[in-house]
């Protein structure tokens, strides 16, 4: 008797665990589209602004804590947006912003209502990225759906929120998430510490310390060396210093020798002692990711990408977009550039007999070290020729 009722009751567990296993709604595929890897494994992605047909270029970003729109975006479109008190931080500045309330994104297959963007001048980015950025997409729209990024692909899908199927062979991360998605990582040089991160997909590198942080943690080698580097962000344009720790571990996914950009943290954009810096995608890309927000959950799975070489170059120059011109930006003291005799405000003609004044393509060129990089430019309206040996940061 007392076996048989065991059974019932193990009988009536089971049903139920059913019928609440049914009853959770399941995830839904929304759509799918192509997104366009620019350099530094940053996602763009394209979309409209109801009621206007024209096309617009935005950037995913974990690291932005709402949705935004240019400026000059703003302008063309006659939208008078709405002063306020709020203020955003960045890494050169913090200012206050004006909204657009209750607008409608469309998304290749995929509208999104009641969007309110905050107005910022994104200038630079179209500058670094040589082609025009009228927005960034962040929490407002990543928090109400699950979403999955395949960078062997190219492609991103929207799924509702409910039950997902995660893939075999990946990694579950139970990020911290109250807006910005915040990540325990292990970093190791001379010391090895345990601290938190911004898991930051809309930066282009691989990972950023705040001074503070290595002051405090004693991580560095006293005699590492560093390397003087140009940084653009919200609110324009930082020294920073570029160097490599030795390994960088995430959920249990290392990395050996990872540069990093090391840099005055004024505004606290890191929120320093909370967190030491961010992560970026140069390294994020490295795994195709499901970010369920809902659920505080992102999934990683090692894709492709996963060891592709890290970049160690350093050439002391950075590349702007600037009134159709392709130019130089600071040229850091002692640096290959200075001593190849490049100026600040030199106009790029071509890099390696490349005419083609694609950003993507210069930027790549001058990742090559070793080698001796031919780089032509227009002086003041003269010609000159100049050959410039990247070093090696490693």
């Known amino acids: 008797m007392r076996k048989l009722l065991c059974l019932l009751v193990f009988m009536q567990l089971s049903w139920q665990a059913r019928a609440q296993e049914e009853f959770i709604e399941q995830a839904r595929l929304l759509t799918k589209f192509n997104f366009v890897p620019l350099y530094g494994g940053v996602i763009l992605m394209q979309g409209k602004l109801a009621p206007y047909q024209d096309t617009l270029n935005f950037i995913f970003d974990t690291g932005s804590g709402?949705?935004?729109?240019?400026?000059?975006?703003c302008e063309y479109f006659k939208i008078i947006p709405t002063p306020s008190n709020r203020t955003i931080r960045g890494i050169a500045g913090i200012k206050k912003v004006s909204f657009v309330h209750n607008m409608t994104l469309q998304l290749p297959g995929l509208e999104v209502d009641n969007l309110?963007?905050?107005?910022?001048?994104?200038d630079i980015l179209t500058s670094i990225?040589?082609?025009k950025i009228d927005g960034i997409i962040g929490y407002s729209v990543i928090s109400r759906y699950i979403i999955k990024i395949d960078y062997d692909h190219s492609t991103m899908e929207f799924w509702t929120k409910g039950a997902m199927k995660y893939p075999r062979g990946g990694h579950m991360l139970k990020p911290q998430i109250h807006m910005l998605p915040v990540q325990s990582m292990r970093v190791k040089d001379d010391l090895t510490i345990y601290a938190k991160f911004l898991y930051d997909m809309g930066a282009g590198l691989n990972l950023m310390l705040s001074t503070d942080f290595i002051k405090d943690s004693l991580l560095l080698f006293k005699k590492k060396?560093?390397?003087?580097?140009?940084?653009?962000?919200?609110g324009g344009k930082i020294d920073m210093s570029m160097t490599v720790i030795k390994e960088v571990k995430l959920g249990p996914y290392k990395f050996r020798h990872v540069p990093v950009f090391v840099?005055?943290?004024?505004?606290?954009?890191?929120?320093?002692?909370?967190?030491?810096?961010?992560v970026g995608n140069d390294l994020l890309r490295r795994f195709n990711v499901i970010i369920n927000?809902?659920?505080?959950?992102i999934h990683l799975v090692p894709n492709n990408h996963f060891y592709d070489p890290f970049d160690y170059s350093y050439s002391g120059i950075e590349l702007y977009y600037e009134k159709g011109y392709i130019i130089l930006g600071d040229v850091a003291k002692d640096s290959p550039a200075e001593l190849a005799g490049l100026l600040e405000g030199d106009i790029v003609v071509s890099i390696n007999k490349n005419f083609s004044q694609n950003m993507q393509q210069y930027k790549a060129a001058?990742?090559?070290?070793?080698?001796?990089?031919?780089?032509?430019?227009?002086?003041?309206?003269?010609?000159?020729?100049?050959?410039?040996?990247?070093?090696?940061?490693?």
């Open 66 to 73: 709402g949705i935004s729109l240019d400026s000059l975006t």
């Open 116 to 122: 309110n963007f905050h107005i910022n001048d994104y």
């Open 129 to 131: 990225y040589g082609l």
């Open 225 to 234: 060396k560093f390397f003087v580097k140009e940084a653009e962000g919200m």
């Open 263 to 278: 840099f005055e943290d004024k505004y606290n954009i890191t929120s320093y002692p909370h967190l030491g810096g961010l």
């Open 293 to 297: 927000y809902d659920k505080q959950e």
């Open 366 to 394: 001058l990742q090559t070290t070793g080698d001796r990089i031919r780089i032509i430019v227009n002086r003041n309206g003269t010609l000159i020729e100049k050959l410039i040996k990247v070093k090696s940061i490693l």
